[in-house]
């Protein structure tokens, strides 16, 4: 995933928000489920765009990194983390 946290003044937000753009595609969607992400990297400070164009072509900039950051074996190891595990409903 890579995540667009802050203010995204494209889009003159008056409150911070975090964003999360999944990068798997799911054959169903998971609206109501609980969702867990590891931030596990930076990739670059928040800015303004002059475009709607500009802003996408950066985001898909942010994306082809993470997936290439994604792949390192490090990374990699995240998967087995605990803390992505489901738990058991209470």
């Given at each position: 995933m890579?995540?667009?946290l802050g203010w995204n003044p494209f889009y003159k937000n008056?409150?911070?928000s975090a964003e999360?753009?999944?990068l798997h595609a799911y054959a169903e969607d998971f609206y109501g489920c609980e969702l867990r992400v590891v931030v596990a990297g930076y990739i670059r400070p928040e800015r303004n765009f002059a475009s709607l164009a500009e802003l996408?072509?950066?985001i898909n900039n942010d994306i082809a990194l993470?997936?290439?950051s994604l792949a390192r074996p490090a990374y990699q190891a995240l998967k087995d983390s605990d803390d992505l595990k489901p738990t058991s409903a209470a």
């Open positions: 890579v995540m667009s008056e409150r911070r999360v753009h999944i996408i072509d950066a993470a997936r290439n």
